[in-house]
Nanobody
Framework: QVQLVESGGGLMQAGESSRLSCVVS????????MGWWRQAPGKEREIVAS????????YLTDSVKGRFTISRDNRKNTVYLQMNSLTPEDTAAYYC?????????????????WGQGTQVTVSS
């Protein structure tokens, strides 16, 4: 059984930083790409960042470039999302997910397993 458990969300002030973590169990973590998605109330789920299985290739959506970083530690079965210079527009539930192969992708159909999500709320 594949499980993804996110942590690190909470209430932040605009301009602050936070790091989300996602621990994966039940599959060979180092063989699969990973992604972070977010969903704000009343909006569709959107890609935030993705990383290949090796960690050599990453993708960041335009709105977070220069502020967020995705990374992974294959020894710890963990993927991270470092979020800097947070703004109220970053407020959402954040989800980690595994891709269907070693690649990264920004397409939601390319993801197979999802975590339960962690809430990030940024106040102005």
């Amino acid at each position: 059984q594949v499980q993804l458990v996110e942590s690190g969300g909470g209430l932040m002030q605009a301009g602050e930083s936070s790091r989300l973590s996602c621990v994966v169990s039940g599959r060979s973590f180092s063989n699969y790409g990973m992604g972070w998605w977010r969903q704000a109330p009343g909006k569709e789920r959107e890609i935030v960042a993705s990383i290949s299985a090796s960690g050599e290739t990453t993708y960041l959506t335009d709105s977070v470039k220069g502020r967020f970083t995705i990374s992974r530690d294959n020894r710890k079965n963990t993927v991270y999302l470092q979020m800097n210079s947070l703004t109220p527009e970053d407020t959402a539930a954040y989800y980690c997910a595994t891709t269907r192969g070693s690649w990264m992708t920004s397409a939601i159909e390319g993801y197979e397993f999802w975590g339960q999500g962690t809430q990030v709320t940024v106040s102005s």
